[in-house]
T-cell receptor, first 115, second 111 residues
């Protein structure tokens, strides 16, 4: 169990650029979640996958955001045409099993800064 | 989703027990109580969860009142490394597992 891995840890980009983050869940965890956290606030749910299927998306996930989990293993989160308000920590979590109440294990996030 | 209420901050002396309260008066029968914590610059860390009965693991104990409207997380011997924001979350059994985080309690363990 090597834990949830996120890459990169930090990303600085100019407004209007596209960015992509990667999340590698714990091996054999079939559920994968993305959250966003702004300074001083708790994490907010963005979307989740069960295997390769994206089962729920938050209203926070605008058209500029897209997430994929093509083979049911790692996942990517892409933000197109970044805006100042996208500056945040993007967290990934994974859990096992078929029951939704299994504990989620989080990575240490990707911190995005928009110049 | 049931909401939770936690004090914004608490202090605890190192070596003493830290008792973190959480109110979830609108909890329904199939909703679990979860506790996570977040140390500065890290992702949230799972601590413990329960439905009705009290639970204990190597990190903490969870005491849930009989009416399930409130709970207390107990760190029996707090250390400086327990300084973190602690989140109490009510999670429905069958709604995908997404966690709804509130503001949490910022616990400061002092020497």
């Amino acid at each position: 169990d090597t834990g949830v891995s996120q890459d990169p840890r930090h990303k600085i980009t100019k407004r209007g650029q596209n960015v992509t983050f990667r999340c590698d869940p714990i091996s054999e965890h079939n559920r994968l979640y993305w959250y966003r956290q702004t300074l001083g606030q708790g994490p907010e749910f963005l979307t989740y996958f069960q295997n390769e299927a994206q089962l729920e998306k938050s209203r926070l996930l605008s058209d500029r955001f897209s997430a994929e989990r093509p083979k049911g293993s790692f996942s990517t989160l892409e933000i197109q045409r970044t805006e100042q308000g996208d500056s945040a920590m993007y967290l990934c979590a994974s859990s096992s099993g078929n029951r939704a109440n299994q504990p989620q294990h989080f990575g240490d996030g990707t911190r995005l800064s928009i110049l | 989703d049931a909401k939770t209420t936690q004090p914004p901050s608490m202090d605890c002396a190192e070596g003493r027990a830290a008792n973190l309260p959480c109110n979830h008066s609108t909890i329904s029968g199939n909703e679990y109580v979860y506790w996570y914590r977040q140390i500065h610059s890290q992702g949230p860390q799972y601590i413990i969860h329960g439905l009705k009965n009290n639970e204990t693991n190597e990190m903490a104990s969870l005491i849930i009142t009989e009416d399930r409207k409130s709970s207390t997380l107990i760190l029996p011997h707090a250390t400086l490394r327990d300084t973190a924001v602690y989140y109490c979350i009510v999670l429905p059994y069958n709604q995908g597992g997404k966690l709804i985080f509130g503001q949490g309690t910022e616990l400061s363990v002092k020497p």
